[in-house]
């Protein structure tokens, strides 16, 4: 969904949120806490919340928007509202721009977006350059021989070569990364097997690989595939190993000057509130729309943790234990000062860019 707020001759500025939610029940026992359910990509019924924090984003996108159609004395231009969905998924993006996106909407001359993080409400963080990670998943299907549990030598078995496979692909990062490169590669599924006693066929393993720059996420994808390939000629698989990419998310590299722009507009308005943002591991597809439209961008991160429950949590060196972050059943980001900030970071950031006030500039509600 898409909103224009159009004001007379000036820049234009896209404002995106995305609206999501994610296959997660609830649990902060809030009044408003979501009871509701939905049909996953599989035919199964699952629960669903903002487990992400995305209903804060969209309230304070409408904000913003509501905010500069009834100031209009005071910026000219056009804003592009976009409400993105399926950035859970990685695709949101690509599909409104499948979608003929840039028919529908101007060329922006630079795009905005935030999230809401696990960090005290009121604060805002930027950070230029590579910020959120580019992220691929892979799954890996090792074809071996079965064979009874009694009869291991008849056998060429995919749960050695799994572990095998697990345990060396930790040297990507400990042996072929150079160190303070920030990487991550996660083994998060191995699936083989129905019986104690007997040996399978195959086995699939699932990664998901987290990288800071095209060149070393070209270089840790090619060295999985060469792990793999190598452990299973060890142990004399009789075909090769299957390999599919899917849940891919582009790196997020914030524009160094625009992002300079927007620091400094958070900090004359936020003051002290305005922050550096640490690199974070997360991944993002908002990039895709910027990158589609040769535009610059910048992405920040707002906090969503009552200050105080944070500061005591910090003090007691519990960070970890004790706050809720993003994709947890307990995530729920306080509504104040949360949702403030995220309005005025995004007003803020927008008429940074917009033109002045001009006379005839009122052109209508848009």
């Keep these: 969904m898409v909103g224009l707020v159009r004001n007379g001759e000036g820049p234009t500025v ?23 359910t939905a049909t996953d990509g599989d035919g199964n019924e699952v629960p669903v919340m903002h487990a992400c924090g ?112 697990v345990v060396r692909l930790q040297t990507v990062v400990a042996r072929e990364t150079r160190p303070g490169e920030p990487v991550v590669v ?45 452990e299973c000629q060890a142990s004399g698989c009789p075909t090769p190993a299957d390999f599919e990419l899917f849940d891919r998310f582009p790196l997020t590299n914030n524009d160094p000057d625009t992002t300079a ?6 900090a004359s308005y936020f003051s002290e509130r305005a922050r550096p943002l640490p690199m974070q591991t997360a991944s993002e597809d908002f990039s895709d729309i910027p990158n589609a439209f040769g535009v610059p961008y910048c992405y920040w991160g707002i906090g969503g943790i009552d200050p105080d429950t944070y500061q005591k949590a910090e003090q007691e060196g519990r960070v970890a234990q004790d706050i809720p972050v993003n994709h947890s059943a307990f995530f729920a980001p306080v509504i104040q000062p949360t949702l403030d900030t995220g309005i005025e970071a995004m007003v803020v950031a927008a008429v940074a860019w917009l033109g002045e006030p001009h006379s005839g500039s009122r052109q209508g509600e848009g």
């Design 54 to 165: 995305h209903d804060m984003h969209v309230a304070c996108l409408l904000g913003a928007a509501h905010l500069l159609a009834t100031a209009r004395d005071e910026w000219a231009g056009t804003v592009i509202a976009l409400f993105q969905p399926a950035e859970e998924t990685g695709d949101g993006a690509r599909g409104m721009l499948d979608a003929n996106l840039a028919d529908v909407v101007p060329t922006p001359d630079v795009a905005l977006a935030q999230h809401v993080l696990p960090a005290p409400s009121g604060f805002v963080g930027t950070h230029a350059g590579p910020t959120l990670s580019a992220a691929d998943s892979m799954r890996i299907t090792l074809h071996g021989r079965g064979a009874h549990g009694s009869m291991p030598q008849a056998a060429v078995d995919p749960v050695v070569l799994a572990a095998m496979i």
């Design 14 to 36: 896209l404002l995106r949120a995305d609206m999501d939610a994610l296959p997660v029940a609830e649990a902060t026992g809030l009044d408003y806490a979501s009871d509701a």
């Design 261 to 266: 722009k927007v620091a400094a507009a958070f």
């Design 186 to 230: 996660t083994v998060g599924s191995i699936q083989a097997g129905t019986k104690s006693n007997v040996i399978p066929d195959h086995a699939v393993i699932e990664i998901n690989v987290r990288t800071y720059s095209e060149q070393t996420r070209t270089s840790v994808l090619d060295a999985i595939r060469r792990i793999v390939d190598a």
